[in-house]
């Protein structure tokens, strides 16, 4: 009995952890969202000297894309989700998310949305650590904190606005590419990142396709020409949109929108055969009690 109680402590704790994971700021960053507005796409890629940069983005399907970082606060991130579903356009979630409670000026928030007449909106709290900045245009926003210099975003900008014509996947990464080029995060030194992703909405599939690089150690390999390979691996399966797919719609009977606040959906993908194992987590804020509610292998 004492056995199994110290073994059911054991796997709480962890599964505690796993739960907090989430959490982790990303102090210094650059990321680009974007939308395609003939084929509705949306997409999001980002690069950081952190641990793992795929947390400060959300994308809400057939709506727009949300970036919460420098503190990364994930309740604001959550709230702008949302907002977003019940249609609030970038200035009326902006408004919100400058409340107090989400220690505004320690972000730097960035929303896009598929609306008609919409514009991506940045705004960067005072309290970020320079370089930051950011360059806007009509479907296209890059921003970025605790960079080498300017550069980072400006070439990351002109990389994404000198590519039209080709895909949305092709053009994140190329001026995901460009930004670590230009020196990308300051902390980094030569391997400019040790994170970096790169997601996309599809909705053909009603999918969201994410490739990351995340964990590597200081001084190692650089995290963007890692997922360059990823991304030109993914390529080659299919000439626009990676394989890799994590879908949200009727998972275990409960919609995407079911999920917010409630707990998180997390995607391992297997690269070799392109499975991808779903785990729902019942995750309170506390973070007890919890349980795992699902766990599945799609191939």
């Not at 989700?81 to 019940?86: D, G």
């Not at 979630?93 to 896009?112: S, T």
């Not at 960067?124 to 926003?141: L, M, P, Q, R, Y």
Request: aromatic share 10%; glycine share 8%; hydrophobic share 40%.
């Amino acid at each position: 009995m004492k056995n199994h109680v110290f073994t059911l402590v054991k796997t709480r704790i962890l599964l505690a952890i796993l739960c907090t994971l989430t959490f982790i700021p990303s102090y210094a960053t650059w990321s680009i969202i974007a939308v395609d507005r003939t084929t509705g796409e949306i997409g999001i890629a980002g690069a950081s000297c952190t641990f793992d940069v795929s947390g400060i983005a959300s994308i809400v399907p057939e709506k727009g894309a949300i970036v919460v970082q420098a503190a990364s606060n994930y309740f604001a991130r959550m709230k702008a989700v949302e907002l977003m579903m019940a249609d609030a356009n970038p200035n009326e979630i902006l408004n919100v998310l400058k409340n107090k409670d989400f220690d505004p000026e320690k972000q730097q928030y960035a929303f896009i949305s598929l609306s008609e007449g919409a514009k991506p909106i940045v705004y960067s709290g005072e309290e970020i650590t320079n370089w930051s900045g950011f360059k806007i245009a009509t479907d296209v926003a890059v921003q970025g904190n605790i960079l080498v210099d300017e550069n980072v975003i400006s070439s990351a900008f002109e990389a994404f606005q000198g590519s039209e014509g080709k895909s949305l996947n092709e053009r994140l990464m190329l001026a995901l590419e460009a930004g670590a080029s230009a020196g990308g995060d300051k902390r980094c030194g030569k391997q400019h990142a040790r994170s970096a992703f790169l997601m996309v909405y599809d909705p053909k599939t009603k999918s969201i396709n994410k490739l990351s690089v995340f964990g590597i150690n200081k001084d190692g390999k650089p995290a963007v020409s890692l997922l360059k390979k990823k991304f030109e691996k993914s390529m080659s399966y299919h000439p626009s949109i990676p394989p890799f797919k994590t879908h949200f719609k009727n998972y275990e009977g409960k919609s995407f929108s079911n999920f917010l606040g409630k707990g998180s959906l997390t995607s391992t993908i297997d690269s070799v055969n392109g499975c991808v194992k779903f785990k729902l987590y019942a995750c309170k804020y506390n973070p007890f009690p919890f349980k795992i509610r699902s766990s599945r292998l799609y191939c």
